[in-house]
């Protein structure tokens, strides 16, 4: 599942609502049941994934997922949110909005703003970086 995000970076909205509409029609079949509250929104799960990919390229060091590795960003100019986030990733630019959909845009924006609120990756595993701040 982790992988798949890759692939569905750049899927349209109107793709993604008809999977979103599945699970809806399921959270209707449980409603009032236990199993119903513990299910995440396939958009959390999909943000999830593409995190965990981006902590496994950029902190684990994967080596077959090195060619998406982003440079970290380089302060231009001696503020204080470039000093309290020393992790943060350099983002892409986009142009056009199926470029913006992709994994590397889309993804390295959600890092900078969870690096952001977790500066030291250096004492988590992969669990835990799905486990922190995700729910």
């Not at 793709?15 to 509409?21: E, F, G």
């Not at 970290?72 to 309290?84: D, H, K, Y």
């Not at 986030?85 to 590397?104: D, G, I, K, W």
């Amino acid at each position: 599942m982790e992988y798949s995000s890759l692939a569905w970076g750049g899927a349209a909205s109107n793709h993604l609502h008809l999977l979103d509409r599945v699970q809806d029609r399921t959270k209707r079949l449980f409603d009032g049941t236990e199993f119903n509250s513990k299910l995440d929104s396939l958009q959390h799960r999909r943000d999830v994934a593409g995190l965990s990919t981006m902590f496994k390229i950029q902190e684990m060091h994967v080596p077959h997922l090195q060619p998406l590795r982003l440079p970290m960003r380089r302060p231009e100019r001696t503020t204080r949110s470039v000093e309290q986030v020393p992790a943060a990733l350099e983002e892409p630019r986009c142009y056009t909005s199926h470029y913006q959909r992709q994994f590397l845009p889309k993804y390295s924006k959600l890092w900078n703003t969870f690096i952001s609120v977790n500066i030291n990756l250096a004492t988590f595993s992969l669990q835990r970086f799905k486990c922190s701040g995700m729910m």
